[in-house]
């Protein structure tokens, strides 16, 4: 993704942005009922609402990575050749041979019904099982090179090299399709931005709203996925991701457990470990209360670090999971609320955050006071309305309103965990004009 850089705003103007959204008159909002696209493989189906795919995978986990394969053929080879080829291997110093060896190394800690599915999604979009690798690790790599880590271990692996099938001109698909990928989506992305869960005495109904600010990056609605998978064994679940993922950031399951992260540069990084968005994917398949998604998450084999909420509609309740790859700390709600950014508040984690690779503009701890100000002004009254009007004035708040003509991007996802829904925002078209494209997951809507 190529993100935004604006200046840094004093907290006492972020609080004056953010809670504006109080007064203002509310968006409108258009909902896109219809498909305008309707693809299948097997029990596979791709739909597409308004410029946002659907993706719907059944069955083993095989089966749902080829059908993912076959119906977003182009999309995931144009995301491998955009995100890694010309983002990473031609547009920095790191090496396709570094990303080949480590994505090696990575899948021995995969589990098993994960690789398989990424064996499937490499048949079906006729590249090779590694590729996928690739796209499902890069991120912590580059990561782990920002943290200063030490990749001795890697280079000294007597693994034989793997040279990929791809190139400048490797994909079937055209230059245009290319550039039209997810590269943006997949590739070295890490967005500045909130998450927050609020439920209880906190929300118009007492259930359960999560969000994730997307408008640090300017995504448009044909760079995402909506994903809803019905896996032979554990939990239907739908995800907010991009073509050739298996991980998830995002997503909702039918035991209404939601999951939303972002990332924290930490120095205490390791190659030895699941890619989080892996271990996201397995809370979401498996878990069906917040303490059983906590253990998950706790006990498993982390490589980097990022700020979790987990959240449980029923009863509604949230809270938050800081952590890096040996360190974590869990945080129950206040007032129930929680909010988190790309900053550690744990101060034995604090003291990892890689300050020296921080990104001045990243959002710390004066935006948390002023969305929990802006948001307990509220309390008893936030809904699905109020909090898109929140992730409006919060693109406002860094000075990125597009809608003087610039095009839609996507602000953010909300997701209604006591009501099975998944919201995806997007504003900027039209002065004022607010979308927002969804599904209810039990009826598979």
Not at 199 to 224: I, N, V
Not at 265 to 293: F, H, K, M
Not at 378 to 387: E, F, I, K, N, T
Request: proline share 5%.
């Amino acid at each position: 993704m190529r993100l935004l850089r604006s200046p840094v705003l004093p907290s006492a103007l972020i609080l004056v942005a953010l809670t504006s959204w109080l007064v203002l008159p509310s968006p409108s909002i258009q909902q896109i009922p219809h498909s305008e696209i309707d693809q299948t493989c097997g029990e596979g189906r791709l739909e597409e609402r308004d410029g946002l795919r659907i993706l719907r995978l059944k069955g083993t986990p095989y089966e749902m990575g080829y059908q993912h394969g076959v119906l977003l053929h182009d999309e995931v080879r144009a995301a491998l050749h955009s995100a890694i080829y010309e983002e990473l291997v031609l547009g920095s110093p790191i090496s396709h041979f570094l990303l080949l060896r480590h994505a090696r190394y990575v899948h021995s800690y995969v589990p098993l019904e994960y690789r398989e599915e990424m064996r499937g999604l490499a048949d079906g979009a006729n590249i090779g099982y590694l590729d996928v690798l690739v796209l499902n690790s890069h991120r912590d790599f580059v990561t782990e090179l920002q943290s200063g880590l030490r990749l001795g271990r890697l280079l000294l692996r007597l693994d034989p090299p793997f040279i990929p099938p791809w190139g400048p001109s490797g994909a079937r698909s055209s230059r245009t399709a290319m550039s039209e990928g997810a590269s943006r989506g997949t590739g070295g992305a890490y967005p500045r931005g909130w998450t927050l869960a609020a439920f209880g005495s906190a929300t118009r109904d007492g259930g359960l709203l999560q969000s994730l600010d997307l408008s640090s990056a300017l995504l448009s609605p044909e760079e995402l996925l909506l994903i809803v998978y019905e896996p032979k064994g554990g939990n239907s679940l739908a995800a907010v991701t991009w073509p050739g993922a298996v991980g998830v950031t995002i997503g909702l399951n039918e035991e209404k457990i939601s999951v939303t992260a972002l990332p924290v540069l930490s120095q205490d990084a390791s190659l030895d470990g699941i890619p989080l968005p892996i271990l996201l994917r397995d809370v979401l398949q498996y878990a069906g209360d917040i303490p059983t998604a906590e253990r998950l998450l706790a006990s498993a084999t982390r490589t980097t670090g990022h700020n979790v909420i987990v959240g449980d509609g029923k009863p509604a309740d949230a809270q938050a999971i800081e952590l890096s790859a040996h360190v974590y700390a869990v945080f129950e709600a206040e007032d129930d609320l929680v909010i988190r950014t790309n900053q550690y508040l744990d101060p034995a984690l604090s003291r990892t955050q890689d300050t020296s690779a921080q990104d001045e503009h990243a959002p710390g701890q004066a935006l948390v006071e002023a969305l929990a100000e802006a948001v307990n002004s509220q309390s008893g009254r936030l809904d699905l309305r109020s909090v898109t009007n929140l992730l409006v004035e919060s693109r406002r708040a860094r000075g990125q309103d597009h809608s003087s003509g610039e095009g839609e991007s996507v602000l953010g996802v909300v997701i209604a965990s006591s009501d099975l829904e998944m919201w995806v925002i997007l504003g900027g078209s039209t002065e004022g004009g607010v979308r927002r494209i969804g599904l209810r997951l039990q009826e598979g809507q």
